[in-house]
């Protein structure tokens, strides 16, 4: 697993530390809000919650989303997240 992955699922965790508790796995996969896909895992993270996510992986990353080329309406997916992350810094 990447260090950018790792970072994006700890702190998905920290925001809902019941998906660790249900042992909802946490993949590249896995889909943020939703999935049109009914195989995808699905974490369920609600608008506050992705607040959150933003603001803590820009703290973590040292960068600012607003500053960056990543469009948030792109992120659909753990992995969206990472990759982004990854090529933010």
């Known amino acids: 697993m990447s260090e950018a992955l790792n970072v994006v699922t700890r702190a998905i965790i920290g925001i809902r530390p019941d998906l660790r508790e ?20 699905v974490l369920g993270l609600d608008s506050m919650e992705a607040l959150e996510l933003i603001a803590v992986l820009e ?14 309406s792109d992120l659909h997916t753990v992995g969206d997240v990472a ?3 990854s090529g933010a810094l």
Request: hydrophobic share 45%; proline share 5%.
């Open 22 to 41: 249900s042992r909802v796995a946490i993949t590249r996969d896995s889909a943020l809000f939703y999935a049109a896909d009914p195989g995808r895992p």
């Open 59 to 72: 703290k973590e990353f040292g960068v600012e989303l607003a500053d960056t080329s990543i469009r948030i």
């Open 83 to 85: 990759d982004a992350m």
